[in-house]
């Protein structure tokens, strides 16, 4: 379903290739999160992982930067950001799930709870 200005809720995964610089990682995150917000979408939460092992070797690579995304975005946003995010050399894997409402909801408790801990 669509909720206002036909905006979508959306989720990205993105792993990075672990040999990139903590400056290369800020900028490359920020590419993306740049990228929705002139796209007419809205950045909801934005998560850095870090360094974190993979489950099996992939290019070689035993370990990734992981950088996950929630925002809202027009539909035809994403086949753009699919298209550039191929194009990407130092992105080894990405997903990009629609997130239902009921997901929307689990994830903002997820982070309210997490804030509840944090301040306590």
Do not use: C
């Amino acid at each position: 379903m669509a909720t206002e200005n036909n905006l979508q809720d959306y989720e990205v995964m993105v792993i990075f290739t672990p040999v990139l610089s903590d400056e290369d990682y800020k900028n490359a995150q920020k590419k993306f999160a740049d990228f929705i917000t002139g796209s007419g979408g809205e950045i909801v939460h934005q998560e850095v992982w870090g360094l974190r092992p993979l489950q099996y070797p992939i290019q070689k690579k035993t370990t990734g930067l992981y950088y996950v995304l929630e925002y809202k975005a027009p539909t035809d946003t994403n086949a753009k950001l699919e298209i550039m995010m191929n194009r990407d050399e130092t992105i080894i894997r990405h997903m990009v799930t629609r997130l239902d409402k009921f997901s929307v909801a689990y994830n903002l408790r997820k982070r309210s709870k997490h804030l509840t801990a944090e301040n306590a």
